[in-house]
């Protein structure tokens, strides 16, 4: 006769179990659109660097990297995840989704949160410095010392004018602009060296608005002013929001999502913290 040992194990070493693949599959049992398969929607396209040449499955990407270690740590292995596509908005709306969870850089808010379910935040968004390729500015040091130095714009009324005046406080008078558009359209001209946007906002900058941008470097988190969250996306009342918030507390106990950050976000993709203190 067999007897299991799995209950008394259970109380001795539940935390063990919890985090456990086998646990976590079991979380996730007749809770997911299709038994023993995960289905991740992403943008329609998805950009660089949170999807690499718009293919998530590649595991390649901040978001595409991070999506696969909520899934590792909710049991699923990568070739029992499924990709589908939507467009930002579309997945804000109410009702039936075509995914278990939707990855697209959306910050959390309580309006949202009224008509969907967020999980626990995967990453909270950093202030960044862009300037010009081929400006002065580009040689610039990754220090607060530095950059203060530097002539800054901003948009009025913004959280980068509130955190150029309140914390990073340059030399020289911050010029102040109507909108966002007349901030890039200053730098373009030469008559800033610089701005500090998001760094969501920053990459698409450099990326689609500001012909030779570069980021410069990235401010701690904590030197942020009212930052923004983003979680993943569920339909409302989802019961696999439990298992998802499990995993992503799992992967940041861990590190793995920082180290995640790290390659797509940080150091590795050529963007250093700025050292505000120096």
Do not use: H
Request: contains cysteine.
């Amino acid at each position: 006769m067999k007897f299991s040992y799995l209950p008394f194990f259970s109380l001795l070493f539940g935390c063990t179990l919890i985090a456990s693949p086998v646990y976590a599959q079991d979380c996730a049992a007749g809770k997911t659109l299709t038994e023993g398969r995960l289905t991740i929607a992403t943008g329609n396209p998805a950009y660089a660097p949170w999807v690499m040449d718009d293919d998530p499955a590649s595991g390649k990407g901040f978001e595409a990297a991070t999506a696969y270690a909520v899934a590792a740590a909710m049991g699923f292995k990568s070739d029992a995840v499924d990709w589908v596509r939507t467009s930002f908005d579309e997945a804000i709306q109410p009702g039936v989704k075509d995914f278990d969870f939707n990855i697209q850089q959306y910050s959390i808010n309580s309006d949202r949160d009224k008509v969907i379910d967020f999980s626990e935040p995967y990453y909270t968004t950093a202030v960044a410095v862009v300037v010009k390729s081929g400006s002065s500015a580009e040689t610039t040091e990754p220090t607060g010392s530095a950059l203060r130095k530097l002539r800054f714009g901003a948009a009025a009324g913004t959280t980068s004018q509130t955190f150029l005046s309140e914390v990073l406080k340059p030399e020289q008078d911050l010029l102040i602009y109507d909108d966002n558009a007349d901030v890039i359209a200053a730098i373009s001209a030469n008559q800033i060296d610089a701005l500090v946007f998001d760094l969501p906002s920053a990459l698409f900058a450099t990326a689609v608005q500001i012909d030779g941008g570069k980021i410069l470097g990235q401010f701690p988190v904590e030197a942020s002013i009212e930052p923004d969250n983003f979680g993943l996306l569920m339909a409302e009342g989802n019961p696999l929001k439990s298992c998802v918030d499990e995993a992503i507390e799992k992967i940041r106990g861990d590190n793995t999502l920082s180290e995640i950050e790290s390659t797509w976000l940080g150091d590795g993709a050529g963007v250093p913290v700025i050292d505000l203190a120096n």
